[in-house]
């Protein structure tokens, strides 16, 4: 059997919220198949899934086998759980897209060629594409009353402002998901979301009502940041994991901007650095948090694994030109998704290219032509007092030419005003 208590180690890293009595009696005894659900709502997971992909992570790493479910089918439904209104049904089509995705990301962080406990992924479409509605009624309904769904902090929290009966049966569809896993699979575990545990425990009752075998269950804690907002969010929306919806950069900066205290909390849940190594981090980072030591290794640890090290290291790099020391072969380093996504929601502009192919005075560029400065009685001041960079390098000279020279990737204008800095794009 393994050598890492499953248990154990959610619960140090603050992770574990409620489990069925016996769970952790099973998981010590025997190697065990267990399962999380991922409905496949979007073509991209985003950070507020990946509590539970670490969670299957440490899954595996104690011994037991990780199996992904995709809900090709109930996301045709719609889980109520924690949503204060009916979402909108996707067709077919659109969710055979999004589990593709999905599954090509879910595949960086599980390993699925392990030979002993290697992970695996399902599709619950598969088994209820055939299963004709009259049958699914006679086989599952029954097991199941009214009250007892009824019951249901997901059921109750929408009752007074309506509850279609599509998003009522989630339960019964997700309950006969575990009793598909469990005759079909052996799988005895199901794991998830606390928002999750009423639907789980639905099929824990279900398994035990038809088919008299044993079921588990356990669920994690929904994170949540320190200052009250909502994780997984940023000022421009969702914190995604496809490099094409939240750029290297902007993802790395995400964690690096974390608060202290969700530093202390996100460390532990969100990498696989042991329990020494980050009682000793934080400790160190006690000492000195203006070093903001925990950030910057959560950003590494986590972009690393989402986006690969070359990402990273462009990420990095971006952060260096922008907030510390840095040369003109720091800012060369830098490509030009990476430089467009470190100016996508602020000093950004656009010129015409003739004007750069023409020459423009600087004063006229930073005045006239962009926003930067109010005036060209400022810019000169400016550009006296040694205020005015253009790819890294200081303008001396108020009636200096900016052209093509100037360029970066022969399209932008990298400027720096005091410690402000400013993409230019020549259109």
Not at 148 to 167: C, H, I, N, P
Not at 363 to 378: C, F, M, N, R, V
Request: hydrophobic share 40%.
């Amino acid at each position: 059997m393994s050598k890492v208590d499953f248990i154990a180690e959610l619960t140090w890293r603050g992770m574990l919220h409620d489990i069925v009595p016996g769970t952790q009696d099973l998981l010590k005894k025997e190697s065990v198949s267990g399962y999380i659900g991922f409905d496949p709502t979007a073509d991209s997971l985003g950070i507020g899934h990946l509590a539970q992909i670490m969670t299957l992570l440490h899954f595996q790493k104690a011994g037991h086998t990780p199996i992904v479910l995709i809900g090709g089918a109930t996301g045709m439904v719609g889980d109520p759980s924690g949503k204060k209104e009916e979402r909108n049904l996707l067709d077919a089509d659109t969710l055979n897209h999004n589990v593709a995705c999905i599954k090509d990301q879910l595949s960086k962080f599980l390993d699925f060629k392990q030979p002993s406990n290697a992970a695996v992924m399902v599709n619950n479409y598969d088994w209820f594409k055939d299963y004709k509605f009259l049958d699914f009624i006679r086989d599952v309904g029954k097991h199941i009353t009214i009250s007892y769904m009824l019951a249901k902090d997901s059921v109750q929290k929408r009752l007074e402002a309506g509850m279609s009966f599509t998003e009522f049966s989630y339960q019964l569809v997700q309950g006969y998901d575990f009793y598909w896993l469990r005759t079909n699979m052996n799988v005895k575990l199901q794991m998830g979301g606390s928002d999750q545990w009423g639907n789980i425990v639905t099929g824990t009752e279900f398994i035990r009502r038809k088919s008299g075998l044993d079921a588990y269950a356990l669920t994690t804690k929904l994170i949540t940041k320190a200052d009250g907002s909502k994780f997984g969010k940023s000022e421009s929306g969702n914190i995604w994991l496809d490099a094409s919806k939240t750029s290297p950069y902007q993802f790395y900066q995400f964690w690096l901007r974390c608060a202290d205290e969700d530093a202390i909390s996100f460390i532990k849940i969100f990498t696989l650095l042991s329990q020494k190594d980050i009682e000793e981090m934080i400790l160190k980072h006690q000492n000195a948090p203006h070093e903001r030591l925990l950030q910057h290794a959560l950003a590494q640890d986590i972009t690393r694994r989402v986006h690969g090290e070359d990402a990273l290291n462009k990420a990095k790099m971006a952060t260096k030109v922008l907030f510390g020391k840095s040369t003109i072969e720091d800012l060369s380093f830098l490509d030009e998704k990476t430089l467009e996504s470190a100016f996508e929601k602020h000093n950004h502009f656009s010129i015409s290219s003739s004007l750069i192919k023409e020459g423009i005075l600087i004063q006229d560029l930073l005045a006239i032509h962009t926003p930067i400065l109010a005036s060209k009685g400022e810019a000169k001041r400016m550009i006296k007092n040694n205020g005015i960079s253009i790819k890294k390098e200081k303008i001396t000279m108020e009636d200096d030419c900016i052209n093509t020279q100037h360029l970066l990737h022969n399209k932008y204008l990298f400027v720096q005003k005091g410690k402000e800095f400013y993409l230019i794009s020549a259109q």
